[in-house]
T-cell receptor, first 117, second 116 residues
């Protein structure tokens, strides 16, 4: 099946710094990737849709200046958490749609645990 | 807009017993429905999906789900629970608008506990 990777798997940073998370589709080209956020013992919340070669589409309530998304190639999307604060600590998961799969079938990365001190 | 309701944040069953995890959805257009499993500190693995073909869908690890439009439900079942089934399970819905892809709307998840 399709494989999606994320890097890093864990990151700890100081308040006020920026953190970049990478999401890669390893064996397929993904024109569309998605970024989700998962709070402890909570469900996943869609943050934004990342489209290759165009601007990301953010869900209501998600600060686009805070969470910068770049989809520079068909296999890579990055999420940058700018000026991170403790409330940004969370589990961030990306997914990618494999065009070879069923309708809207998405494959998820293993997630990135962000801890802001 | 879509929404998903998973009844029961925690479900406990004995090993070998039937597993039933409930999911009800709301969608203004014909939905695509998914069940995912998540193990601690890991991403999500697709168990099965409904995409308007057969209403009874079989997935991996012995799981299956039945789409019931009249009840707006997509409950997940497994005849005999195994200790390795202990995990968090998420039901998700999306609407395919044709030519593109939509993000998924997830339920709040059900933590499945298997008693020995």
């Amino acid at each position: 099946g399709a494989v999606v990777s994320q890097h890093p798997s864990r990151v700890i940073c100081k308040s006020g710094t920026s953190v970049k998370i990478e999401c890669r589709s390893l064996d397929f080209q993904a024109t569309t990737m998605f970024w989700y956020r998962q709070f402890p013992k909570k469900s996943l919340m869609l943050m934004a849709t990342s489209n290759e070669g165009s601007k990301a589409t953010y869900e209501q309530g998600v600060e686009k200046d805070k969470f910068l998304i770049n989809h520079a190639s068909l296999t890579l999307s990055t999420l940058t958490v700018t000026s991170a604060h403790p409330e940004d600590s969370s589990f961030y998961i990306c997914s990618a749609r494999d065009p070879r799969g069923g309708p809207n079938e998405q494959f998820f990365g293993p997630g990135t645990r962000l801890t802001v001190l | 807009a879509q929404s998903v309701t998973q009844l029961g944040s925690h479900v406990s069953v004995s090993e070998g017993a039937l597993v039933l995890l409930r999911c009800n959805y709301s969608s203004s257009v014909p939905p695509y429905l998914f069940w995912y499993v998540q193990y601690p500190n890991q991403g999500l693995q697709l168990l099965l999906k409904y995409t308007s073909a057969a209403t009874l869908v079989k997935g991996i690890n012995g799981f299956e789900a039945e789409f019931k439009k009249s009840e707006t439900s997509f409950h997940l079942t497994k005849p005999s629970a195994h200790m390795s089934d202990a995990a968090e399970y998420f039901c998700a819905v999306s609407a395919y608008s044709g030519g593109g892809a939509d993000g998924l709307t997830f339920g709040k998840g059900t933590h499945l506990i298997i008693q020995p």
